[in-house]
């Protein structure tokens, strides 16, 4: 048996849809949703958008109070009334996660990676992240490992037999020295332009990205719709290639994926890719035994997600919600 790794410990960075609709350019801080008698607010948003793009508080600000898109917000707002949601049921259990437990979390990092507290700063710096920031996404992760343990733990759960069907449902994800074809949306880094950075520009370009995909964009219509944003994004579209001649951050994307499946947005030092898996063919299956270990902590990780989801679905219909644009 196998359980889920149900907490994450050490989290970088999350890419997340944020946006806002241009009634917020009037708002300074103000509510924007209720969650019973708890409120989410415009500078919560605000930071959960520059933590999850990675980008300054002010730059986030700015994106918030342009974006017109309505529907983005929306599922952001939605984020943080989940977590709202999942604090209050973990208090009603008598579980919450207490400061303490945040602050041993933050230290236990900090010393697996054998930092000092300023160096540990700086790394979370480099990253676009502060210390508050970083201590909210630990928070979110150990309460959502909380909530699945207490409702869902069988569910989350793994046997042996499921690892070998998994194994074989998914055999094509895992050869070793076969080939695949590919399209490729590469987002470039942009020439700076006053006001903005050009690091954010691509961050807020790749959510944007991955909005598009999300509901049913091609990669050359992304590449098209970001093109005035973006000058020079562009894609590509493979013939067979070797899987391990190709980049290691697509290579890592690759094996993630099923055929037909788009990556998430990854960023090198040449700036935003997404990948789409076309077709694949030849190589070697890897023996279960070599595999049993991580496949069953992958699918342990997929458990934990849908289980969570369901947590959602089912407090969601008896919460009391006001999301107010």
């Known amino acids: 048996m196998r359980t889920a790794r149900l907490t994450a410990i050490f989290l970088w960075i999350c890419v997340a849809s944020v946006v806002a609709s241009s009634a917020w350019a009037r708002v300074v801080d103000g509510v924007v949703a209720v969650v019973g008698e708890e409120p989410v607010t415009f500078s919560e948003v605000r930071d959960a958008a520059a933590d999850g ?107 042996d037999e499921e690892v070998r069907i998994y ?50 964009r091609t990669l050359p219509e992304v590449a098209e719709l970001l093109s005035k944003s973006i000058p020079g994004a562009s894609v590509t579209s493979s013939d067979f290639v070797k899987s391990a001649d190709l980049m290691p951050e697509i290579q890592k994307e690759i094996r993630r994926l099923r055929t037909a499946d788009t990556s998430p947005p990854f960023f090198t030092e040449n700036g935003a890719y997404l990948v789409h898996v076309k077709e694949r063919q030849g190589g070697t299956l890897p023996e279960l035994a070599k595999m049993k270990d991580a496949l069953a902590e992958e699918m342990a990780d997929r458990n934990s997600e849908k289980a969570y989801a369901d947590i959602l679905a089912e407090l969601k219909k008896t919460a009391s919600i006001d999301i107010r644009l």
């Open 53 to 159: 793009l990675g980008i300054p508080v002010g730059d986030a600000d700015i994106y918030l109070r342009e974006e017109k898109d309505t529907r983005r917000i929306v599922r952001w707002i939605e984020t943080l009334v989940e977590s709202v949601l999942v604090r209050r049921e973990l208090a009603k259990m008598g579980n919450p996660v207490p400061e303490a437990d945040i602050s041993r979390a933050v230290e236990s990092v900090r010393k697996t990676n054998n930092l000092s507290e300023a160096q540990f700063s700086e790394a979370l710096s480099r990253e676009g992240i502060t210390i508050e920031a970083y201590r909210k996404k630990l928070r979110w992760q150990m309460e959502r490992g909380a909530i699945v343990r207490a409702k869902k733990l069988k569910e989350v759960t793994v046997t």
């Open 167 to 216: 194994h074989r449902e998914n055999a094509e994800r895992f050869r070793e020295g076969g080939e695949v074809k590919l399209v490729t949306l590469h987002l470039p880094l942009p020439p700076e332009e006053a006001g903005v950075e050009p690091v954010v520009r691509l961050r807020i370009a790749a959510q944007q990205a991955t909005e598009y995909v999300r509901s049913g």
